[in-house]
């Protein structure tokens, strides 16, 4: 989920987000950021899963998939919330829902890993 989700995040940074009178143009400087984003997931996830390279385990005290669930839920708040608004493209609508599928694989990947399959108990 996470390496799929990261290079349709890649792909639709690509296409068009807004058109404007009779063009289209890329909605400022945020494709870059959900570019980078949606690659490096992608990179990341196909880097641990098809290739003998270790990668750490952590980075600042925060695992891989913790790293990928926060800004993989920034980029997904970026898109949903250029989808309001006037003449906008599919690029945003992939990007949102390719952003969400990205979050919700590291968060239960991250799960996973932790080792945490029971709901939690009530007090």
Do not use: C, H, Y
Not at 58 to 81: K, P, R, T, W, Y
């Amino acid at each position: 989920m996470i390496m799929a989700g990261g290079a349709v995040l890649a792909i639709a940074s690509l296409l068009d987000w807004v058109e404007f009178i009779g063009k289209t143009e890329l909605f400022g400087f945020q494709w870059v950021f959900t570019l980078l984003i949606g690659a490096a997931a992608a990179i990341v996830v196909a880097i641990k899963t098809f290739s003998s390279v270790e990668l750490p385990d952590e980075i600042l005290g925060f695992s891989l998939n913790q790293i990928i669930v926060a800004l993989g839920f920034g980029a997904f708040m970026i898109l949903f919330g250029a989808q309001f608004g006037e003449r906008r493209e599919i690029g945003v609508l992939l990007g949102w829902i390719s952003a969400a599928v990205l979050t919700a694989g590291a968060f239960m990947e991250s799960q996973q890993d932790s080792g945490t399959t029971a709901p939690p108990t009530t007090f």
